[in-house]
């Protein structure tokens, strides 16, 4: 169910840009494919990951933790959540322009691309989220205003925070192992459980 805060947005939204991992992507088979491939146990790393999230620490921390080498492993369009796409095409029919941009291999686009007008990636850009630059990086390539840009993640700290900081309207989607962790703590504007959830939320405020 959506849960409004009072509105800080000073002008209409033009565009809607959303994080990537446990936003419009389930990463779990991701994570299933990465512990095969360093040969841990999949409940085992899905632990670690776990308790980097409950502690507040990077999950690149879990390889180190359990002494392996970081595979090389991604998501595919098959892994996109089902509201996902169903979200990003009610959103066009509001008239919005619809990007993706997060913590994210340049290659990752490419499963984005047939679906997205604007996309970015930290490996593109050269800068990662939490970094202002990020966001700046994100509302340059919207072409509008900090105002008129809403951003939708699922981690206060990589997403809420820092949008808000940069002026942009901040959506918490509580889903994914750090959506529910912090879901106590959600300093946006607007929280949701479901894209499905969005288009008619984003009217309403």
Not at 106 to 126: T, V
Not at 139 to 154: C, L, N, R
Not at 185 to 190: G, M, N, P, Q, S
């Amino acid at each position: 169910m959506s849960e409004g805060r009072p509105s800080t947005r000073r002008q209409e939204l033009k565009a809607v840009v959303f994080d990537v991992g446990e936003t419009l992507v389930d990463e779990t088979r991701m994570w299933e494919r990465a512990a095969d491939a360093a040969g841990v146990p999949r409940f085992t790393l899905m632990g670690v990951l776990g308790g980097l999230a409950a502690r507040g620490e990077h999950h690149d921390r879990a390889w180190g933790l359990l002494g392996v080498e970081q595979p090389a492993s991604t998501w595919d369009a098959n892994d996109f959540y089902p509201d996902a796409l169903p979200c990003i095409e009610s959103l066009r029919e509001l008239g919005l322009a619809v990007g993706a941009a997060g913590n994210t291999p340049a290659e990752a686009e490419e499963a984005l691309r047939p679906h997205i007008d604007m996309l970015g990636s930290s490996g593109r850009w050269g800068v990662a989220k939490p970094a202002p630059e990020f966001f700046a990086r994100v509302i340059a390539a919207t072409g509008a205003e900090p105002g008129a840009v809403a951003y939708v993640g699922d981690r206060v700290g990589n997403d809420v925070r820092p949008a808000r900081a940069a002026g942009m309207f901040a959506v918490h989607i509580r889903r994914g192992p750090w959506g529910y962790l912090q879901r106590g703590r959600c300093e946006a504007e607007l929280g949701l459980d479901s894209l499905a959830e969005l288009p008619e939320a984003l009217v309403c405020v």
